[in-house]
Every structure is written in C-alpha cells, then in structure tokens.
DNA sequence: AAATAGTCCAACCGCACCCAT
DNA sequence: TATGGGTGCGGTTGGACTATT
C-alpha cells in the first residue's frame, strides 16, 4: 500500500499561478510565515477569504479590489511557488561568466546537487540554475566544445570567493556539541569558535610527495563518497555509489564528509601511510589543520579502502 | 502566412530523508 | 524501534515562445 497522497488531488488546482494566487500566498507568507507546515498553508491562507490586496503585486490596474477565495493549491505547489518565485530577493536569468563558471566548477566536483550549487549563488534557485545548466551550460560541454571554463581556468579571485562564502557557510553549518556524533574529533563550542580537538601529530599538510599519485582523482572519489546522506541514527541504509559499498561507514564520517564536499571545491589532499586523509582546503594554515581536524582526521581512516590509492 | 522544429522554463511527480510520536 | 506525516530534492514534462523552412 503506498503512502496517503499529500492533498486532495482531485480538489486542488494545477499548472500556471495566476496574479491573484501569488498575491494571496504573497501575502499570507509575509505576514504568518510557513508556520512550519506548507499542507496546510493553502487552507491557513484561504482563511483569509475577502480581502484587499497589494494592487503593486499583481497586473491589474492600481486601486483594484481583488477578492480572494483562498488558495485551492497543494502544499508543495506553494513551497515551490515561493521558493522559485515569489521569495524575495530572487534573480532571473542574466547569468554572469562568474556565474557560469562557478556552476560548471561545482557540477564539476559535485555533480547535479542543485540546491548545494544554488547556496553558492545568492538569489539563484536550484530550479533556475537547473533549467539554466539543461539548456544552456550542458550544451558548451558537448564533446568539441570545451568553453565551460575547468576549475584550473577559474581566476584567483572567483576561486577565493568561493571558498570566503564557504567558509562562512561552513562555520554556520557546524552544528551544536550537544547534536553533533562527535567521536574524538568533534567535540566543541561553536559558540566560542573554540578549535575542534586536533591531535597534532595527526594533522599534517598535504603533501605533493605523498602516496597517491593523482591526488584530484582522489579528491574526486571522495567526492562521489561524500554525495550520500546518511540516515537515522547511523548504522543502516547507506547507499552505494555506482561501484562502492559504503555500508561500512559511520555517521560521522559521512556527516563529516557532507559537510565539506558541499563547502568546497579545488581541494587537494591524500591518504598517508596512517590511513587519515590529510586535506589541503586552500585555507590559511591554521585553517587546513582546523578543517582536518574536524572532519577527516580520524573519520577518513574507515574511508581509505574506499578511495583507494 | 503557415507549418514544423527547437528552445526555454515553470511546475509537477516521485522518492528519500528527517523528525515527532 | 517502527511508523507516518512533512519537507526538500532531482528528474521530467508540457506548454509557451521563437526560429527556421
């Protein structure tokens, strides 16, 4: 028996949002918020049956009285409605070669995360950048055409960029002592900025005379490894990437390796004799020690058959 | 001018995850 | 621990628009 669908589809409307419909979600969102439930929302927003709305939101001619009858829609077609078009501050087309190049470069390393490529542009929607990459960014990467810019063309100043805004978002993303599994080498006080436990001697700069040859091949793997949530409490279902097994790994590995493959890109780093990963995140120093000691000092060790070298 | 092909993009669908119970 | 509801995500679709024949 499948699961009981999310709204009444037979009584709720689809395709195009007319002016009236984004006005009243429009409206009711600015002033309630989601509530934190978007089911019932159209049905919260139909509660507010006659009323005047914003003629400056809608094409009709100012001073209009437009009587709403509420929201005959589907939660999730309101929380897409909002999120890819109403939300403020959102941008619409006019994507930039920066722009263009930070896309390529994420899809890159990361594939079609979309809403992780999304983060790292500010007004972008996954949906957009999506559509965007489909028509228009996919097609330059045709064999013969090589114009989508490789992270090694990227200049210094949109890599930097990128791993500035990273390493705000990472420092955000880092959750509380209390909620993290934190094993040895997360245990501290976000509130603080407190570094995380680091053992010195297991925190060493990458080395290019290290054991793996290729290091960006690694990296790439690691990659492919790091694109799987993990679920519930730990120890079950972890999917597989297309030739590994992953089911031996903890939470905190891949919890760890979430939280940096999404954060950022052009990273190089290998596995040592030890069996850690020691990452260069193109950090000030201290940072790179900081960055392995959060997330790859003891974690990558179980990681080390699955990348290989 | 009409027909056809190609492009774009808003919106839907289904699935997996998260979390409360 | 199991279950079910809500949410977020990526893939896909379908219709509007534009270009070409």
């Known amino acids: 028996m499948g699961r009981a669908p999310c ?3 037979d009584n709720v409307k689809k395709g195009p949002w007319c002016p009236e419909e984004d006005a009243t979600l429009k409206e009711y969102l600015e002033k309630h918020g989601t509530g934190g439930n978007w089911i019932a929302l159209p049905r919260k927003a139909g509660d507010l049956s006659v009323h005047v709305l914003d003629p400056s939101l809608i094409s009709f001619p100012r001073n209009m009285m437009i009587i709403s009858y509420g929201l005959k829609r589907c939660g999730k077609s309101c929380r897409l409605r909002w999120l890819n078009y109403l939300r403020p501050g959102i941008k619409r087309g006019g994507f930039t070669e920066e722009d263009d190049k930070i896309i390529c470069t994420l899809h890159g390393s990361i594939g079609s995360r979309w809403s992780v490529i999304a983060s790292q542009l500010p ?3 996954d949906n957009d950048i999506k559509n965007y990459w489909n028509t228009k960014l996919k097609k330059t ?4 055409n090589s114009s989508c810019p490789k992270s090694e063309n990227m200049s210094n100043e949109t890599t930097n960029e990128i791993r500035h805004l990273n390493l705000q978002q990472f420092w955000a993303s880092i959750p509380t002592a209390e909620t993290y599994d934190s094993g040895n080498s997360a245990c501290f006080d976000t509130n603080s900025n407190a570094l995380p436990y680091s053992s010195e001697s297991n925190v060493q700069n990458y080395d290019s005379n290290g054991l793996v040859p290729d290091p960006s091949l ?3 793997r690691s990659m492919q490894v790091s694109g799987f949530h993990t679920s519930g409490s730990g120890s079950e279902n972890y999917s597989k ?3 590994q097994d992953l089911s031996g790994l903890s939470t905190s590995s891949t919890l760890a390796l979430e939280n940096s493959y999404g954060l950022w890109s052009g990273i190089n780093g290998s596995v040592k004799e030890d069996g850690i990963m020691h990452m260069d995140f193109g950090c ?3 940072d790179d020690e900081f960055l392995n000691g959060f997330g790859f000092q003891e974690d990558t060790r179980e990681l080390a058959p699955y990348l290989g070298n």
Not at 141 to 144: A, N, Y
């Open 7 to 9: 709204c009444d589809k």
């Open 123 to 125: 007004g972008r929607t």
């Open 141 to 144: 990467l045709l064999p013969g």
């Open 218 to 220: 690694i990296i790439s």
């Open 241 to 243: 990437t297309s030739s």
């Open 284 to 286: 000030e120093s201290h």
